[in-house]
């Protein structure tokens, strides 16, 4: 079997999620190339996994000061440029094509009707009980038309009712003593950086370690700051007595994963993550702030919960195995198989949730 993996690069959740099936299609020699798109080709690190993938400027959201910017989407738009390359993308050799919400791969599928396998979390959003609050008819059309497929396995934090799996996570990664003194990793790459660290430096007593892409590696008092890397990351998160992050769905699975308390900001206008936070209050798996504040941290800090972990089983080694075994019409069994794993399954889930 030979696929075509499509990877919505804008935020790291996506590649997080690829790199774990990339790892599994490498140990059971499966041809795979890579594509990615959503962000500029320098702001891609730790992609060796992924081998000689390609890259196209694909569609991706602009933000500002953690608010979706509709005119810099406008502005940063191209498409003449996502036509001509879905137009010239040659998939005749795949047998398959998966799209982790990437448009160019999705649509070229479509439009020369190869099976197109939607694996990732907005296909979970397609199903009438999986929260969605603050997601307009606006939105559900940029949902269903953006990576269109004709296969789904959504993924979330919770069955929902629904024909959903579990989070895709790095199952060996366990959480680890904190350190001394205990930090929290601050990780909210769509927001005002310089606005964060103001906000951080007014409690003196608590240790923050702050990552963004455009940040300096810098000790500044009680503050960290820390470019976005792999593994300096991955280090930082399993030490952590918690986590203040956008409400994107990889770190807090991973968070939920290994049971450490996370504050999750949702981007203003982003479908996705009021999702998100809408299903992290239902659930009652985090606190969500709407707008970013030094109270709302202050709350937070003042009275952190300590949630249980989830432990999810290897989501991607499943997900490898349905794909070989061309059942794409069918993932009823992966999923409840999955959801038992956790010990809830997914019927005691969906009447839970």
Not at 229 to 244: E, M, P, Q, T, Y
């Amino acid at each position: 079997m030979k696929l075509l993996y499509g990877v919505q690069g804008t935020g790291n959740g996506h590649i997080s999620r690829a790199r774990m099936l990339a790892k599994h299609f490498s140990e059971k020699n499966i041809d795979v190339q890579f594509l990615f798109s959503g962000r500029a080709a320098d702001q891609y690190f730790d992609m060796e996994i992924f081998g000689d993938y390609q890259l196209r400027d694909g569609l991706s959201f602009a933000t500002n000061k953690g608010s979706i910017s509709a005119i810099q989407t406008l502005v940063q738009t191209k498409p003449l440029t996502f036509i001509r390359d879905v137009r010239k993308l040659d998939i005749s050799s795949y047998d398959a094509i998966i799209t982790d919400f990437e448009p160019v791969t999705a649509w070229a599928g479509r439009l020369r009707k190869k099976p197109v396998i939607g694996i990732g979390h907005q296909y979970a959003f397609g199903y009438p009980d999986v929260p969605q609050s603050g997601v307009d008819l606006r939105n559900r059309l940029i949902m269903k038309f953006f990576a269109p497929t004709q296969y789904r396995l959504g993924l979330h934090w919770d069955a929902f009712n629904a024909n959903i799996a579990p989070p895709i996570i790095n199952p060996a990664e366990i959480r680890q003593p904190c350190g001394s003194p205990a930090h929290i990793v601050v990780y909210l790459p769509f927001e005002d950086q310089q606005l964060v660290s103001a906000a951080l430096a007014t409690f003196p007593n608590q240790k923050f370690i702050q990552f963004a892409p455009q940040l300096p590696r810098e000790e500044r008092a009680n503050i960290s700051l820390r470019p976005t890397s792999l593994h300096d990351f991955k280090h930082n998160l399993c030490r952590a007595k918690g986590v203040i992050c956008n409400a994107g769905f990889e770190l807090i699975s991973e968070c939920l994963h290994m049971g450490i308390p996370a504050l999750a900001k949702p981007v203003a206008g982003q479908s996705e993550q009021l999702g998100n936070a809408a299903a992290l209050q239902q659930l009652g798996a985090a606190t969500v702030m709407y707008d970013f504040s030094a109270q709302h941290i202050e709350n937070w800090l003042a009275n952190i919960p300590a949630p249980t972990a989830a432990h999810y089983p290897d989501v991607a080694a499943a997900i490898c195995d349905w794909l070989l075994s061309g059942e794409w019409h069918d993932s009823s069994k992966l999923v409840s198989e999955l959801w038992e794993q956790t010990g809830r399954p997914a019927d005691m889930i969906a009447a839970t949730g």
